[in-house]
């Protein structure tokens, strides 16, 4: 038995999953094995943690095996939630089997919240009390996050709603914690190695679903670094830079050898790895976050000195940042230690004009005027920040009508934790949660701190108080789900059904049909500015809410829409709230859009049958 268990380990996996207990001869032999062979076919991967539960239970030999603290759950533990491992040190003692089961509780948690949030907030945005279910949870939040990038990652066109509200939910819960570390961060940071710690917590903020860490970015740059020194070794192998440890922060003080290292950088930067200024796309979000800047290898002034500057201080070289007005730079100074210095004393550093070295008067011909001195000092931490938040928010305000300005609220988040008493940016913030009819209680709370903070606000603030409070009173007042049934007799001209996937006949886009109205239901002002009246039908016809490829929503008249006779998936980041699953001809919707339309679903059937039918058969 135990010859064949050693040539045939799987074999003895399976007889340890089975139910019925050994006999106690076979247990015997089983037990009688070494320890790591043991061992291994415990954690050969075939067993579930029930398995192993019930193989601990076996004999005292198997439990002391199967130890809460041994190999056995940790690899139990790993092959199950691989992507933990990380925020756990080799040395430290573990209990495994218990971060098991806390870890599976606050999976289901998660997976019942994530269910709720369909049901109770499809109608709305969910609210700001929304997630007070999740902030209120037992057990680390790490594991709450990990079965939403779980649900995040199921495979297949399925699941759609969870996925839509996991990604809402792990957005909300990641921003939070960022936000909170950046507010403690700007209390105490005002040093050098702080300025790409700050920007990274800038680029985590408004990419909170991306695996972005000041680690991995600092890794980066160390490696551009290296290969910095690379090419230095070549202009002087006896450069002092070359002897520096990783993290130590000595500076040189000859110039001339601080000259050989932006030589040596301006090489590897621009030449070699062809690190360059985003000229041709400057109004570009991306331009503006550290890992994306690294990863394309391009940037605006701003997010390429604090690159050159950090690659830069590595080396020994003291660069120092310059909120110059249009155009960020960098100084090195060319003066003797302890002399007192004004601003010709510098030389400025145009990172994004490849580490242009430049004068005073040749930094007022970059931007066509004249400047006072002041605008040539060195700020700190908190300013270039501003700086940053300030080109995000601009940003911001460039997205169309028919976005969710989610750039623009990131940017406003931002901005006010910094400088949380900025009446104008309140008022914006006030004015767009009202514009897109989302949060009217915090509205109220924003409306309230503005008065106190500037009375002469009296009148934007009283306009949109009384409009909100109007908002909260009519959402009090709904009679609750509309149903809509295609077999009414004043819905008998709907032709088209929720989850067919439709090509507009003048415009070209794809879409999918969210919901329908016998006529078309907005006001006169839409329907004079849309010019609906051109129209052959007008709006005495059937209109469709759908949901557009290019992320934007629109109301489409029944006679400019047609069947996409080549469906395909709509990249909308709305699709998941309306439906559960794309089977690559329709989407189906979920339980409380079907509700509000109970018929559509087999009228989509039907008209898939007939129009998709033919394509389906495969030739002879």
Same mark, same amino acid.
């Given at each position: 038995?135990a010859?064949a268990?050693? *040539?045939n380990p799987m074999?003895v996996v399976?007889?340890?999953?089975d139910?019925t ?7 015997s032999?089983?037990?009688s ?12 991967g075939?067993?579930?943690?029930a ?5 601990a ?5 198997l439990r002391?095996l199967?130890?809460s603290?041994?190999?056995?759950w940790?690899?139990q533990?790993r092959?199950r939630?691989?992507? &933990?491992?990380?925020h756990?040190s080799p040395t430290?003692?573990v209990?495994?089997?218990?971060e ?5 509780k606050?999976g ?8 709720s ?17 999740i ?7 790490i594991?709450?996050?990990?079965e939403l990038?779980?649900?995040l990652n199921?495979e297949? !066109? +399925?699941a759609l709603?969870?996925?839509y509200?996991?990604? $809402?939910?792990?957005?909300y819960?990641r921003?939070?914690?960022?936000l909170?570390?950046l $507010?403690t961060?700007?209390?105490h940071s *005002?040093?050098y190695?702080s ?5 990274v ?7 909170p679903?991306s695996?972005i860490? #000041?680690k991995d970015i600092?890794a980066?740059i160390?490696?551009i670094?290296e290969l ?5 070794r070549?202009?002087?192998? !006896?450069?002092p830079?070359l002897s520096f $440890? ?5 500076m040189?003080?000859?110039?001339e050898?601080q000259s050989?290292?932006l ?10 790895? $062809?690190?360059k200024?985003?000229r041709?796309d400057y109004y570009?979000a991306?331009n ?5 800047v &690294?990863?394309?290898?391009?940037g ?7 690159l050159?500057m950090t690659?830069?201080?590595?080396l ?8 110059f007005?249009s155009h960020?730079?960098?100084r090195w ?5 302890g002399?007192?210095?004004?601003i ?8 994004f004009?490849?580490?242009r070295?430049?004068t005073?008067k040749?930094?007022?011909y970059l931007i066509g ?6 605008l ?11 700086r ?7 940003l ?9 300005y989610?750039l623009l609220?990131?940017? #406003?988040?931002?901005?006010? /934790?910094?400088y949380?008493?900025?009446?104008q940016l309140?008022l914006?913030?006030?004015?767009l949660?009202?514009?897109?009819g ?5 509205v109220?709370?924003?409306l309230q701190?503005i ?15 009384q409009?909100?409070l109007?908002h909260?009173?009519? +959402?009090k ?5 509309e149903?809509?049934l ?5 819905h !008998?001209?709907v032709c ?6 439709m090509?507009h006949?003048?415009?070209g ?6 919901g ?6 907005m006001g006169?002002?839409?329907? !004079?500015?849309?010019n609906v009246?051109?129209l052959?039908?007008g709006?005495?016809?059937p209109f469709y809410?759908?949901l557009?490829e290019?992320g934007?929503?629109?109301y489409a ?14 990249s ?10 794309f089977?690559?001809t329709h989407?189906?919707p979920?339980a409380?859009l079907?509700?509000?339309?109970p018929e559509?679903l087999e ?7 007939n129009?998709y039918? /033919?394509?389906?058969e495969s030739p002879?």
């Amino acid at each position: 038995m135990a010859e064949a268990a050693v *040539d045939n380990p799987m074999e003895v996996v399976q007889a340890l999953a089975d139910e019925t207990m050994p006999e106690a001869a076979e247990l015997s032999c089983l037990v009688s094995l070494p320890g790591e062979l043991l061992e291994y076919i415990l954690c050969s991967g075939s067993l579930t943690a029930a398995d192993i539960s019930r193989v601990a239970s076996t004999c005292r030999r198997l439990r002391e095996l199967c130890q809460s603290s041994g190999k056995v759950w940790k690899e139990q533990f790993r092959v199950r939630w691989p992507s &933990l491992m990380k925020h756990y040190s080799p040395t430290d003692y573990v209990n495994w089997l218990e971060e098991y089961k806390v870890r599976q509780k606050a999976g289901s948690e998660a997976r019942k919240i994530v269910a709720s949030f369909s049901q109770r907030f499809f109608s709305e945005h969910v609210p700001c009390n929304g997630f007070s279910d999740i902030e209120n949870l037992e057990g680390p939040e790490i594991f709450f996050e990990d079965e939403l990038v779980c649900i995040l990652n199921m495979e297949g !066109r +399925k699941a759609l709603t969870w996925k839509y509200y996991a990604k $809402k939910i792990l957005y909300y819960l990641r921003q939070q914690k960022i936000l909170n570390n950046l $507010k403690t961060f700007l209390q105490h940071s *005002d040093d050098y190695e702080s300025y790409l710690e700050g920007a990274v917590f800038i680029d985590q903020y408004c990419n909170p679903l991306s695996e972005i860490s #000041l680690k991995d970015i600092q890794a980066q740059i160390g490696s551009i670094a290296e290969l910095v020194r690379k090419t230095l070794r070549g202009i002087n192998s !006896r450069h002092p830079s070359l002897s520096f $440890k990783a993290g130590e922060s000595s500076m040189i003080m000859e110039i001339e050898l601080q000259s050989q290292v932006l030589d040596a950088m301006n090489y590897v930067l621009y030449d070699q790895l $062809k690190f360059k200024g985003n000229r041709m796309d400057y109004y570009n979000a991306l331009n503006l976050y550290m890992h994306q800047v &690294l990863t394309r290898r391009t940037g605006i002034p701003i997010s390429m000195s604090l690159l050159y500057m950090t690659i830069a201080r590595q080396l020994g070289v003291p660069l120092e940042p310059v909120n110059f007005p249009s155009h960020f730079l960098l100084r090195w100074c060319q003066a003797a230690e302890g002399a007192k210095l004004d601003i010709f004393d510098y030389i400025y550093i145009d990172a994004f004009g490849k580490g242009r070295q430049l004068t005073v008067k040749e930094c007022e011909y970059l931007i066509g005027q004249h400047v006072t001195a002041a605008l040539y000092g060195v700020v700190n931490v908190k300013k270039v920040l501003q700086r940053m938040v300030g080109n995000l928010l601009s940003l911001g305000k460039r997205e169309g009508i028919d976005q969710s300005y989610q750039l623009l609220r990131d940017s #406003l988040d931002l901005y006010l /934790a910094m400088y949380p008493d900025q009446v104008q940016l309140l008022l914006l913030q006030a004015r767009l949660y009202f514009h897109l009819g989302i949060w009217p209680e915090k509205v109220l709370d924003i409306l309230q701190h503005i008065q106190t903070l500037d009375p002469g606000q009296h009148g934007a603030v009283g306009y949109l108080v009384q409009h909100t409070l109007e908002h909260i009173e009519r +959402k009090k007042e709904d009679i609750g789900v509309e149903v809509k049934l295609r077999s009414d007799e004043k819905h !008998r001209d709907v032709c088209y059904s929720i989850g067919l996937i439709m090509k507009h006949k003048r415009y070209g886009y794809n879409c999918v049909i969210y919901g329908w109205d016998p006529t078309c239901m907005m006001g006169h002002e839409w329907i !004079r500015n849309m010019n609906v009246h051109s129209l052959p039908h007008g709006h005495h016809q059937p209109f469709y809410n759908v949901l557009v490829e290019d992320g934007s929503c629109r109301y489409a008249a029944q006679e400019n829409l047609e069947y996409n006779v080549e469906p395909q998936e709509i990249s909308h980041p709305d699709v998941g709230r309306y439906f559960s699953e794309f089977t690559g001809t329709h989407y189906i919707p979920n339980a409380e859009l079907e509700l509000r339309y109970p018929e559509d679903l087999e009228s989509v059937y039907e008209t898939v049958q007939n129009i998709y039918s /033919a394509k389906k058969e495969s030739p002879e």
